[in-house]
């Protein structure tokens, strides 16, 4: 599985922005697809997740209500519909994924699971 981030750049607090991940691979739409963020000197967090048939997603509490993940199996491709972002949403977002195996079984709490594919970061700076 090969990810892909893009969308990333400069918003305003209170504008708006969505952040693409396409996937490749021949079971690229069988996996649980996740969005990281990083800030540095921080460890990298969970932001979201949707299940393999984008029934099922899982928020950090810092940006329930405002950000929406969703997925469109026929395109591949995994948003995060950034709505209202705040000057602590800065950082790098990575999407990732794990295993098949994984992805077959959805877990309440999305960061139990190990994600081992990575795609690379795309910087989200929002200004205050």
């Known amino acids: 599985v090969q990810l892909q981030a893009s969308g990333g750049g400069l918003v305003q607090a209170g504008d708006s922005l969505r952040l693409s991940c396409a996937a490749s691979?021949?079971?690229?739409?069988?996996?649980?697809i996740g969005w990281f963020r990083q800030i540095p000197g921080k460890e990298r967090e969970l932001v979201a997740a949707?299940?393999?048939?984008?029934?099922?997603?899982w928020y950090v509490e810092s940006v329930k209500g405002r950000f929406t993940i969703s997925r469109a199996n026929a395109k591949n491709t995994v948003y995060l519909q950034m709505n209202s972002p705040k000057s602590e949403d800065t950082a790098v977002y990575y999407c990732?994924?794990?295993?098949?195996?994984?992805?077959?079984?959805?877990?309440?709490?999305?960061?139990?699971?190990?994600?081992?594919?990575w795609g690379q970061g795309t910087q989200v700076t929002v200004s205050s």
């Open positions: 990732a994924a794990p295993d098949v195996i994984s992805s077959s079984r959805w877990e309440a709490d999305a960061r139990s699971y190990e994600y081992k594919y």
């Open positions: 691979g021949r079971t690229a739409s069988r996996c649980t």
């Open positions: 949707v299940s393999l048939s984008g029934r099922n997603t």
